[in-house]
């Protein structure tokens, strides 16, 4: 049975943590757990002043934590982290992987933590559950989302309860899914007004987001696996080329400081990886932003958006996989189709085509074609492989001539969301309308993609659902593939495009 803690709960939880302004010290953003395997777990928090200030943050403080750690809710047996240093160096962070495991296990952790070891508190539970051996075919649920826009949903007029975060992320806490990805565009630093330069602004836009009521109750609960895009890396369509601020390095660092996505230990950390789910279900997650080529660069052989190792990487990993299902969860879109054109040209552009993408035929498209000729040659359209991305605004669902399918997760809130682009449509990256979408959002709305594994049952076979929901839980679409079996069974719950 999944373990559920109490919305009411928490937000008292969170709220009695705002009251203690006596004590000076906090973790108001909560815990976030990364990275789940068999046997290891990344846990974060942060150690934080008590009051806000009027941009709406809470300042880091310095101090001192460990994690607590259980497979009892009451922690009647616990083992422990060693103490760890909240400084300003690192944005007071508490980060620590955690190994030694035991696979297919609900675990419980929490935060132990003070000004220092002779005055410390207890922070709530939070819970995680190990992934099962690769040997084990059981049911497994995520959720996939995109463009978290904290100003655009947070500028506009909304509900009473609109200071507790975004809906999705309470529609996604009451289904309770196995793990949550974050395909990158967490955060936004160009947002307006004014573009996040510094370490200091840039750290700003994490903590303004993850002090959300709902962003910490989600945590609490649900482990997470992070990518990065432009916009939380630099800027609109970033490559990492350009003197303009923020550097690329700066993007680099100020992510992985930020979410638990690499051993706060790995000397030279490298952030695409696969994790194997279960017997069933092996995902891919990439890196797009720091190994690309300058995206001005003219598109063919020796323009990369995963650079040589990665695509290396990636091919050898694919290869060598007996999941039963595979599915490569990329932050921008292969498929698409795209825009053709951008409204605001990225810095250095003399023209506005796109060339963000590997659908954008003045971007990637080159090794794009390239990788799916691959994944041809190699069997994988029987071989139960799709993609997901993130990046675009609005939901949809796109087949390629050849049979290999995209599902676009959409951004999250509403305020972010918009119409895309259709096949056929002159603007768009694939106007002979060569693509078949069985669906694209007919409405401007929010939301996120639920994957549901499934095993087998009485002879039938092992089945993937991909289903798009809005930001209040209603189904929009959905679609079932079966284990060896490239046929659709689809159905439409509010949108009927057809």
């Not at 999944?2 to 973790?27: D, E, N, V, Y």
């Not at 508490?94 to 035991?102: D, E, F, R, S, Y």
């Not at 290999?404 to 999250?412: I, N, P, Q, R």
Request: with cysteine.
């Amino acid at each position: 049975m999944k373990f559920r803690i109490p919305f009411l709960i928490l937000c008292c939880i969170f709220l009695l943590s705002l009251a203690g302004c006596a004590t000076g010290i906090g973790h108001s953003q909560g815990e976030i757990t990364g990275e789940v395997t068999t046997d290891s777990a990344i846990f974060q928090s942060r150690l934080t002043a008590i009051c806000k200030t009027r941009d709406c943050e809470l300042r880091g403080t310095r101090g001192v934590a460990r994690f607590e750690i259980s497979t009892d809710p009451e922690f009647t047996r616990s083992s422990f982290t060693e103490w760890i240093n909240a400084e300003s160096e690192n944005d007071f962070m508490i980060k620590k992987k955690v190994t030694g495991l035991t696979p297919g296990t609900r675990c419980y952790y929490r935060l132990l933590y003070g000004q220092d070891v002779n005055t410390i508190e207890t922070g709530p539970a939070c819970t995680f559950r190990t992934l099962d051996p690769a040997d084990v075919a059981s049911k497994v649920s995520f959720v996939v989302v995109t463009g978290m826009n904290y100003f655009k949903f947070h500028i506009l007029p909304g509900p009473p309860n609109k200071h507790l975060g975004y809906p999705g992320l309470e529609t996604i806490r009451e289904m309770n899914p196995d793990f949550f990805v974050g395909t990158g565009d967490n955060v936004y630093y160009d947002a307006y007004p004014l573009p996040r330069k510094t370490q200091k602004t840039m750290r700003r836009e994490w903590h303004k987001q993850f002090i959300q009521p709902r962003f910490v109750s989600l945590f609490s609960q649900v482990p997470t696996y992070w990518e990065k895009d432009d916009h939380d890396f630099r800027y609109n369509d970033a490559d990492t080329t350009g003197d303009l601020k923020p550097s690329a390095e700066l993007g680099i660092r100020t992510f992985l400081e930020q979410v638990p996505v690499v051993d706060p230990d790995e000397t030279h950390p490298v952030t695409y990886r696969t994790i194997r789910i279960n017997k069933l279900l092996q995902i891919w997650l990439t890196e797009g932003r720091d190994y690309r080529s300058s995206n001005m660069m003219e598109d063919g052989p020796e323009k990369t958006l995963w650079g040589e190792t990665q695509k290396a990487w990636l091919k050898e990993t694919l290869l060598a996989s007996d999941a039963t299902f595979k599915i490569l969860i990329s932050p921008t879109p292969m498929i698409g189709p795209d825009d053709m054109t951008v409204r605001w040209p990225a810095p250095g552009q003399d023209d506005r085509y796109r060339r963000d993408c590997h659908a954008d035929p003045m971007g990637f498209k080159h090794e794009g074609e390239e990788f799916f000729g691959w994944l041809a040659d190699n069997g994988f359209l029987d071989k139960n492989f799709y993609i997901i991305c993130g990046d675009r605004h609005w939901k949809y669902h796109s087949i390629r001539p050849d049979g290999f399918e995209e599902f676009s997760c959409g951004a999250l809130i509403d305020a972010n969301s918009r119409l895309g682009m259709a096949p056929g449509d002159p603007n768009s990256t694939d106007p002979e309308g060569l693509i078949d979408q069985p669906y694209t959002d007919q409405t401007i709305t929010g939301g996120f993609l639920k994957v549901t594994v499934r095993p087998g049952e009485g002879g039938a076979p092992e089945t993937c659902e991909f289903s798009f929901y809005d930001e209040n839980g209603v189904m929009l679409y959905t679609t079932t593939r079966s284990a060896n079996q490239h046929c659709p069974m689809s159905s439409h719950s509010e949108y009927d495009i057809n």
